[in-house]
Structure formats: C-alpha cells, structure tokens
C-alpha cells in the first residue's frame, strides 16, 4: 500500500513555528519530487514548497518564500517542511504528495498537476 502521513500540525501564535513531517510507506521518497500544498476553508487548494528528485533543488511560492524551508530525510523517508514566522493566513489543511509525472518535476507543483497518493492533511492554525 502506497501512502503518506502528514503530521506536526497545531495551534500556533502568529511568528511561531512549526516542522511538518510527510512519511511514505510502500515506495521510497528519494525517487520523487515532493509537494507541500495547502487548502484554507472555502479556498482552492495551493502548492506551497516543493523538493526536486533530480538535484534536490527546492520551490517555494513567493507567499511563504523566506519563511518556509522543505528538506528531505532519505533515511527516514519523510520530507519536511519548516516552517517559520507564521502568520494568520498560513492557517489551513497541509497536505503532501509525490509527483507522478518526472518530466513535470516540481514545475507544475503550484497547481499540483501530476502530483498524487494524497496524505490525510494536517491541520495549521495561526491564531492569537
């Protein structure tokens, strides 16, 4: 079976900080690029970071640029996505996902085209 799980979300101050985990079971993290999206109530779903297979480049969306940091555990097979100086807009669902498709790479992650075996989410909420 395929899957992944997100954890480390939480109930945070804005500014604080958070470290979610993605943990792959039935396939190795290392051969696939690795998406962090996120979907906030009543919105679309967004990428936020994304981590190459190829040369382990990494990709932010310029809302979270700065701020978060994604990284990668080969031993562990999780990927990572710290995150730093929340603020109040960076509450929702995070979600993580393996790219499918090699060719697309993290290019497609902020729409997510190709990106699949969805993990349950976990929840983020930046409050005072």
């Known amino acids: 079976q395929l899957q992944l799980v997100e954890s480390g979300g939480g109930l945070v101050q804005p500014g604080g900080s958070l470290r979610l985990s993605c943990a792959a079971s039935?396939?190795?993290?290392?051969?696939?690029?690795i998406g962090w999206f996120r979907q906030a109530p009543g919105k679309e779903r967004e990428g936020v970071s994304c981590i190459s297979r190829r040369d382990g480049s990494s990709f932010y969306a310029d809302s979270v640029k700065g701020r978060f940091t994604i990284s990668r555990d080969n031993a562990k097979n999780t990927v990572y996505l710290q995150m730093n100086s929340l603020k109040v807009e960076d509450t929702a669902v995070y979600y993580c996902a393996v790219q499918s498709m090699p060719f697309y790479g993290c290019s497609t992650y902020r729409a997510g085209t190709g990106f699949g075996s969805w993990g349950q989410g976990t929840q983020v909420t930046v409050s005072s």
């Open positions: 039935g396939f190795s993290l290392d051969y696939y690029a």
